[in-house]
């Protein structure tokens, strides 16, 4: 079992930076893969990025490939997902998830197995 916990949301203007990181716990958090996700008001979610267990390879959804990135710090047993030049358009509830089977790095939200609460980012124009 593992529990994830995201923090880092907030409100910021188009352009700026924001860093959200979802803290595991449970030994095996270096054995799965972790993804975001993402759901806006009104729309279904969404996947935005994936890491590797091995923290060798990555995938990200086309409207945030360049702008952001995912990575993963082994010894604190947290995913970060740096955002920069934000856009109205990210306004969301971003989400942690954790695939423990990891067979590939998947951007279907069904194969992930353990989800945390979420956490809003607000984008202003």
């Known amino acids: 079992q593992v529990q994830l916990v995201e923090s880092g949301g907030g409100l910021v203007q188009a352009g700026g930076s924001l860093r959200l990181s979802c803290a595991a716990s449970?030994?095996?958090?270096?054995?799965?893969?972790m993804g975001w996700f993402r759901q806006a008001p009104g729309k279904e979610r969404e996947f935005v990025a994936a890491i590797r267990w091995s923290g060798g390879s990555t995938t990200y959804a086309d409207s945030v490939k360049g702008r952001f990135t995912i990575s993963r710090d082994y010894a604190k047993n947290t995913v970060h997902l740096q955002m920069n030049s934000l856009k109205p358009e990210d306004t969301a509830v971003y989400y942690c998830?954790?695939?423990?089977?990891?067979?590939?790095?998947?951007?279907?939200?069904?194969?992930?197995?353990?989800w945390g609460q979420g956490t809003q980012v607000t984008v202003s124009s």
């Open positions: 449970g030994r095996s958090f270096s054995s799965y893969n």
């Open positions: 998830a954790a695939d423990r089977r990891s067979f590939r790095l998947s951007d279907y939200d069904k194969e992930y197995d353990f």
